[in-house]
């Protein structure tokens, strides 16, 4: 079955700086890549996601890239700002209609 | 309802009782996951439920869990004999028949087992 791995476990940044979460997975029959945001306490929330036939995607300062060769898939956060930090989860799943599989998570420290 | 809606939200029990989580989706959702996160660890999938196919079970960990959904609305989630290491949140969510493949997440039920 699928697996999903997310790097890293725990990512600080200064405030203004940019920061990237990857994440790599093994079905190659996967093509529909979602990223969750969840706040302390919160349910998670999409906050963007990506099909297999396009090879990035942005919103304001979310972007998401994915290499179907090499089978990676990256968030990149710009002009990071204290509200962005939160655990980001990566995902990958074969059709919309199918299970969802969630790397473990990235710890995102936006530092003053 | 205007969201997923999940209970108990809290729920402590003693290693070996039986428990039972509910999950009330979206309305018109046709589909429903249930996942289970550790404290401070990642959303580990159990099993989804997608209109009137079979479920897909693989994530399961051991015989002790079981879930069943009537139709396209509510889901039970069984946990049989606990132990401790069932201590999580389980959180349900649900997706619309919509192009998005957005998963509606609701706040979870605490389990501790003693």
């Known amino acids: 079955g699928e697996n999903v791995e997310q790097h890293p476990s725990t990512l600080s940044v200064q405030e203004g700086d940019s920061a990237v979460i990857k994440c790599t997975y093994s079905d190659s029959a996967s093509n529909y890549f979602p990223w969750y945001k969840q706040e302390l306490g919160k349910r998670p929330q999409l906050i963007i996601d990506?099909?297999?036939?396009?090879g990035e995607k942005k919103d304001q300062r979310i972007a998401v890239t994915l290499n179907k060769t090499a089978k990676h898939f990256s968030l990149h956060i710009t002009e990071t700002q204290p509200e962005d930090s939160a655990v980001y989860f990566c995902a990958a799943s074969k059709d919309r209609d199918d299970k969802i599989i969630f790397g473990k998570g990235t710890r995102l420290h936006i530092l003053p | 309802g205007a969201g997923v809606s999940q209970s108990p939200s809290n729920k402590v029990t003693e290693k070996g009782k039986d428990v039972e989580l509910r999950c009330d989706p979206i309305s018109g959702h046709t589909a429903l996951y249930w996942y289970r996160q550790r404290l401070g660890q990642g959303l580990e999938f159990l099993i989804y439920?997608?209109?009137?196919?079979?479920?897909?079970k693989s994530g399961l960990p051991s015989d002790r869990f079981s879930a069943e959904r009537t139709g396209e609305s509510v889901s039970t989630l069984t946990i049989q004999r606990t132990q401790q290491e069932d201590s999580a949140v389980y959180l349900c969510a649900s997706r619309g028949a919509s192009n998005t493949g957005e998963l509606f997440f609701g706040e979870g039920s605490r389990l501790t087992v003693l």
């Open positions: 439920f997608q209109g009137n196919s079979a479920p897909d």
């Open positions: 990506i099909r297999s036939n396009v």
